[in-house]
């Protein structure tokens, strides 16, 4: 009879706390899963900034050529122009292959002198060539050129083609770099000296806030005209009188 009090005293002991031995703690429930990562979730990435474009007043004159474009001329037909591209040496945050595509994409735009009847394709290094697009320092710019040195406008003598880095990078207030659009002034550079290259002189805006012709020496001023980089804008050529504006030409 002892006995089985005891066993009774020890089992209500069990279901109660404080009879002479520590209480169980409760378990703790195991730690969720770690949530999937999914697009949404991912940490966004910083955007990777392009290397700003730093260049010399006065260059080696030794250049960088790109190689030949790959498949067929740019353009449905027409008179064939071979071209080169080329960047002067120590000229940085310009790969050749960026600005030799950019070459080709606004040659190819059906906007562009190709509507014209014409084709042109990129070559590489020792090939026959129509024209040479550089993009050259200042000073190899005022070299080449053969008109009064500058050091700010790009040109066109004979068969080379220069387009000025400086104004590549800054563009012209109003139009290109921080006050505009920089992508469409470069547009206008490549077109309006090309044009020359095919034999368009200049011209002056046809009226105001009339888009001004690509042989318009935009880079100087408008004119009440508005920037406008393209020979067909409309598919077809679009053009103002012959002839030029007295424009001061800024410092270099």
């Known amino acids: ?22 209480a169980v703690p409760p378990i703790s429930p195991p730690p969720p899963p770690p949530a999937a990562t999914t697009e949404a979730t991912k940490p966004a990435r910083a955007p990777i900034a392009s290397p700003p474009i730093a260049f010399p007043r006065h260059g080696p004159r030794k250049w960088v050529i790109a190689p030949a474009q790959s498949g067929a001329p740019s353009g449905p037909g027409g008179q064939l122009w071979r071209y ?16 030799a595509e950019t070459i080709r994409k606004t040659l190819a735009d059906p906007r562009g002198w190709t509507t014209g009847d014409r084709r042109f394709e990129r070559v590489g290094a020792g090939s026959d060539y129509d024209f040479i ?22 040109c066109r003598n004979g068969a080379n083609v220069m387009l000025n880095v400086a104004r590549w990078a800054k563009g012209v207030p109003g ?10 002034y470069r ?66």
């Open 175 to 184: 139009f290109g770099g921080e006050a505009g659009n920089l992508a469409l």
């Open 133 to 154: 697009v550089h993009l050259a320092t200042p000073d190899t710019r005022d070299a080449m050129c053969g008109d009064t040195p500058d050091g700010y406008t790009s």
């Open 1 to 22: 009879m002892a006995l089985r009090r005891w066993i009774v005293a020890g089992v209500a002991c069990a279901s109660l706390t404080g009879c002479g031995s520590a």
């Open 84 to 99: 080169q591209v080329r960047i002067e040496k120590d000229i940085t945050g310009v790969p050749i292959a960026t600005f």
């Open 187 to 252: 547009t206008y550079m490549i077109n309006h000296e090309i044009g020359h290259r095919l034999g368009y002189r200049h011209q002056r805006c046809p009226g105001t806030g009339d888009p001004a012709p690509v042989m318009q020496q935009q880079t100087l001023g408008l004119h009440g005209c508005t920037p406008q980089p393209w020979p067909y804008p409309k598919g077809e050529l679009y053009q103002g009188p012959p002839g030029v504006y007295a424009d001061r030409i800024p410092s270099s």
